[in-house]
């Protein structure tokens, strides 16, 4: 089946963030009252959209739950921003990705974090559809997100023709429950965590994009 979209998560598989999201809600979920362990964060919240890691991890009814919120993406556009956490290989792959098909990225991070750091890693030009947790009601591992991307992504593709990548089960899930292909990067979990994936690959790089397009 050729692939007639490319669709990329954000943190962890475009940005290589997760250790800072981490050290982020570790560090705010403390000053709250209920302190989060690395281990817990990768074990029960990683791939989840932000809000839902707040809502989560105080309670939906926590009267703090906006001020995390806002506090997290400031704290996160402070450390992120400016593009750094993109490899150059991944940089490369979106490049030539977009040159042969739409590219989109569909995240649970805002879109006031995500485009910054794609303005910053020089892939605005490259990435014509972004779907952010403001875009959807229900984050990964729902396929809202993905379902979405699919119906504004130029030119159009049936799910099947689009190829996704992510780091996360929660990912994973929403792209295969989304009718995709998905290609599971190591780097946050486990491969036997990734196990629902197609397949799993150790990185994005041009000669993984050569391999699926052509």
């Keep these: 089946m050729p692939?007639?979209?490319v669709i990329f998560d954000f943190n962890g598989t475009l940005s290589h963030d997760e250790p800072i999201l981490c050290e982020i809600f570790c560090e705010l979920f403390a000053e709250y009252g209920r302190p989060l362990s690395?281990?817990?964060y990768f074990d029960e919240l990683a791939g989840f959209s932000d809000l839902e890691i707040v809502h989560t991890w105080l309670g939906r009814d926590h009267p703090a739950v906006?001020?995390?919120s806002k506090r997290r993406i400031e704290r996160y556009r402070e450390l992120v921003a400016d593009g750094s956490r993109v490899p150059y290989a991944v940089r490369e792959a979106v490049r030539y990705a977009a040159e042969r098909v739409p590219v989109a990225i569909v995240?649970?991070?805002a879109r006031e974090e995500i485009e910054p750091v794609i303005e910053a890693a020089g892939?605005?030009?490259s990435i014509g559809t972004?779907?952010?947790a403001e875009d959807v009601a229900d984050g990964k591992p729902d396929p809202a997100?993905?379902?979405r991307a699919l119906e504004v992504i130029e030119g159009g593709s049936d799910a099947s023709e689009v190829l996704v990548f992510e780091d996360t089960e929660a990912g994973v899930a929403s792209a295969k429950a989304a009718g995709m292909r998905c290609f599971a990067v190591l780097g946050t979990l486990r491969a036997d965590r990734l196990a629902a994936a197609d397949e799993i690959?150790?990185?994005i790089d041009v000669e993984l994009m050569q391999r699926v397009l052509g």
Excluded: F, N, T
Aim: charged content about 15%; cysteine-free.
């Design 3 to 5: 692939v007639r979209a």
């Design 38 to 40: 690395a281990q817990e």
């Design 66 to 68: 906006e001020e995390v």
């Design 107 to 109: 995240s649970g991070a």
């Design 123 to 125: 892939l605005a030009a």
């Design 130 to 132: 972004i779907v952010g």
């Design 145 to 147: 997100g993905y379902l």
């Design 201 to 203: 690959v150790p990185a």
